[in-house]
């Protein structure tokens, strides 16, 4: 599987789902310096391979390996129901 690339203003970004680490564009190393200037933003959606999601973080690094900046993108589930699938039919049904 190769990694989805969108040039943002110059620095490239990566969508990093179900990866467990991410790769430089330039030299596809996976050493990276800490993350920083972390974005988050409540997005609901759903990616190709039907996995939702309501939240997308966007997280700036840079390769030390190459030195090439770029922004890893992450799409999680963040506010997860409180009440577990299970049950919702038992609160309909106490609703009704």
């Not at 990093?16 to 310096?33: M, N, Q, V, W, Y």
């Not at 996995?51 to 690094?61: H, K, L, P, S």
């Amino acid at each position: 599987m190769s990694e989805n690339k969108v040039e943002n203003n110059s620095v490239p970004t990566v969508e990093a789902d179900g990866k467990p680490r991410t790769r430089c564009p330039k030299c596809l190393s996976i050493r990276r310096d800490k993350y920083n200037r972390v974005v988050k933003r409540g997005i609901i959606g759903v990616l190709a391979d039907g996995t939702e999601y309501d939240t997308v973080t966007w997280r700036r690094t840079k390769c030390l390996s190459c030195g090439q900046c770029r922004i890893d993108m992450f799409h999680t589930i963040e506010n997860k129901p409180t009440i577990p699938r299970e049950d919702i039919n038992k609160v309909w049904s106490d609703l009704a």
